[in-house]
């Protein structure tokens, strides 16, 4: 895209989850580009990290200074606390850290006080969780501070409430990049689909939909005030958006991630070119065979083909060892190390997944 001219790199919008994947991302295009241009790309890091600048920019539609603090956990905990002791109820019965964990999960729903579910906000503090939710939210303001969910929270808030403010970054970002689309939870989908759409004056009936797989590249301008209202028509000002995910990755479902936003990407950009990079580079054919064939079981995916140059029939198979209980699993598990250590094979190389740390 720099190369060609296509766009400056302060236009492009490129997302990713860890800051050790934004940092990786940032060396392979310096690489690529040069150092310098790398530095000229502002708008290039997480989720979060991008949300704090868009915040801070915007603080004061949102109840804020731009010099608002980030509280951790520890300090969430605490407020929440002093909230829950001051409606004068039992912080032993209504923990803090459980009401905190209730807050996070709604703010990765993009759901503010007064959207939360009657029956979830019921459930905590003797029917006051809704209550408590909106004099936390209302604290944090007075303090000029936010949680870590309300670095994607506010900024959603604003440009719902201020189209000119979502219009200008409509204007800034002519290229909007995405990695691990598949963990993207609800609150990053609807963040995502506010700066991916390109509304006209019309309006036309909403369309549900999927996305990619593994790499899903799409020219299109969707458009979405939320996702339960009315989604804006398709103009002819398009967005350029690359998503790249696997749909078969998907293992954040317990801290929020949707699986359906990869889904549906086809239908959320309409006209959208679906990649699958099927070719495998890290594994043996055998282990590519079983691992299909488990995974095709799996309900609500693409699918894809999966191969691999390494074909070679001498490649150990994948062995299967049925056990009684966990001990003879420890058991069949220490002799197999044991016998790959006489074949002078390091410890260094071998790994053991186990479903839960206590299994450890």
Request: hydrophobic fraction near 35%; include cysteine; charged fraction near 30%.
């Amino acid at each position: 895209i720099l190369a060609t001219g296509r766009a400056f790199p302060s236009q492009i919008l490129a997302v990713t989850f860890t800051n050790k994947a934004a940092r990786e991302m940032k060396q392979r295009i310096g690489i690529l580009i040069g150092e310098g241009n790398v530095e000229g790309m502002p708008w290039l890091g997480t989720f979060h990290s991008i949300g704090v600048k868009l915040l801070r920019r915007h603080a004061e539609l949102a109840g804020l200074k731009s010099d608002f603090t980030i509280l951790d956990t520890d300090d969430v905990v605490r407020l929440i606390k002093q909230l829950i002791q001051a409606e004068g109820l039992d912080d032993k019965r209504w923990p803090a850290k459980q009401f905190a964990q209730m807050i996070d999960n709604w703010k990765n729903k993009g759901l503010g006080p007064d959207e939360i579910a009657e029956g979830d906000a019921r459930s905590f503090g003797n029917g006051k969780g809704r209550q408590l939710y909106r004099a936390y939210q209302e604290r944090l303001q007075t303090l000029n501070t936010c949680d870590f969910g309300d670095l994607l929270y506010h900024p959603i808030r604003i440009f719902r409430a201020y189209p000119d403010v979502l219009k200008e970054y409509h204007k800034r970002f002519k290229y909007i990049l995405v990695d691990e689309y598949q963990d993207t939870n609800t609150a990053q989908y609807m963040w995502l689909r506010l700066l991916a759409q390109r509304p006209q004056s019309g309006r036309s009936q909403s369309a549900e939909g999927r996305k990619p797989d593994r790499a899903s590249a799409g020219q299109a301008a969707p458009a979405e005030a939320s996702e339960r209202s009315e989604r804006a028509a398709v103009s002819g000002n398009k967005v350029n958006i690359c998503c790249v995910g696997d749909d078969d990755q998907s293992i954040y479902g317990w801290r929020g991630a949707e699986v359906d936003n990869i889904l549906r990407f086809d239908k959320d950009f309409p006209g959208a070119t679906i990649i699958r990079l099927e070719r495998n580079y890290r594994s043996t054919a055998h282990i590519l065979g079983a691992a299909s064939h488990l995974i095709a079981h799996n309900e609500g995916r693409f699918g894809k083909t999966l191969f691999t140059d390494r074909d070679d029939p001498e490649d150990d198979k994948v062995h299967v060892h049925a056990a009684w209980d966990s001990e003879e699993e420890a058991r069949a598990i220490g002799e197999a190390i044991e016998a790959y250590q006489r074949q002078k094979h390091n410890l260094n190389d071998m790994a053991i997944l186990v479903r839960a740390s206590f299994q450890m």
